[in-house]
């Protein structure tokens, strides 16, 4: 892949995630919520890089600014799937959802 679709990729994957992010309402986790999952899923991994991911290629920090951070936005998740959505379901080891009502 060429440096130019790599930068295609992640304008279209960054889209995609804001757009679902405003459709939804604009959700946005709680600090609390945020910082837990950026020191104990995204900063020990190994596709952390310092400011993104090197998997998705999206910037994850502890920040609550929902457009600067995957993480603040509640409709987002790990793609590989060590975190996922605040939807009232809980994201089992193989990755699955189930209801947690």
Same mark, same amino acid.
């Given at each position: 892949?060429?440096?130019?679709?790599?930068?295609?990729? +992640?304008?279209?994957?960054?889209?995609?995630? +804001?757009?679902?992010?405003? $459709?939804?309402?604009?959700?946005?986790?709680?600090?609390?919520?945020?910082?837990?999952?950026?020191?104990?899923?995204?900063? #020990?991994?190994?596709?952390?890089? !310092?400011?993104?991911?090197?998997?998705?290629?999206?910037?994850?920090?502890?920040? %609550?600014?929902?457009?600067?951070? $995957?993480?603040?936005?509640?409709?987002?998740?790990? #793609? +590989?799937? %060590?975190?996922?959505?605040?939807?009232?379901?809980?994201?089992?080891?193989? !990755?699955?959802?189930?209801?947690?009502?």
């Amino acid at each position: 892949m060429t440096e130019t679709q790599n930068i295609f990729t +992640l304008a279209y994957r960054y889209t995609r995630a +804001l757009s679902r992010w405003i $459709k939804a309402g604009r959700p946005v986790r709680e600090e609390e919520e945020i910082r837990r999952i950026f020191e104990t899923c995204c900063e #020990p991994c190994e596709a952390y890089d !310092g400011t993104a991911c090197r998997h998705c290629g999206c910037r994850v920090n502890v920040s %609550k600014t929902a457009t600067m951070n $995957k993480i603040a936005m509640a409709t987002e998740e790990c #793609p +590989l799937r %060590k975190w996922g959505l605040r939807d009232g379901r809980q994201q089992t080891a193989d !990755g699955s959802r189930e209801n947690s009502q």
